[in-house]
Nanobody, 123 residues
Framework: QVQLVESGGGLVQAGGSLRLSCAFSGRSFRTIAMGWFLQAPGKEREFVAAISWDSSSTPYADCLKGRFTITRDNDKSMVYLKMNSLRPEDTAVYYC????????????????WGKGTLVTVSS
């Protein structure tokens, strides 16, 4: 059974940084493209960033490019999202997700989802 467990969320002041982590288990991590998504209060879930199995491709949502960085460690079956210069509008539940094979980013078409971790940015 595939499981994704996010961690690292919390309360941070505007301008601060956080690193989210996602632990993947249940099948070979090296066959999975991974992504991060966010869902702000009262809004739909949206794409943040993705990373191919070999880290060669890392598409980002245009509005977040330059502040957020996605990485993965295949030996540890982990994916990370480093978030810098956080703003109150970044407040959301952040979800980790995986897709078997190739994922180009932008859509919510993923095979596996975590339960999310809440990030709150105070002004």
């Amino acid at each position: 059974q595939v499981q994704l467990v996010e961690s690292g969320g919390g309360l941070v002041q505007a301008g601060g940084s956080l690193r989210l982590s996602c632990a993947f288990s249940g099948r070979s991590f090296r066959t999975i493209a991974m992504g991060w998504f966010l869902q702000a209060p009262g809004k739909e879930r949206e794409f943040v960033a993705a990373i191919s199995w070999d880290s060669s491709s890392t598409p980002y949502a245009d509005c977040l490019k330059g502040r957020f960085t996605i990485t993965r460690d295949n030996d540890k079956s982990m994916v990370y999202l480093k978030m810098n210069s956080l703003r109150p509008e970044d407040t959301a539940v952040y979800y980790c997700a995986g897709k078997v094979g190739i994922y180009y980013g932008g859509t919510l078409d993923m095979d596996y989802w975590g339960k999310g971790t809440l990030v709150t940015v105070s002004s």
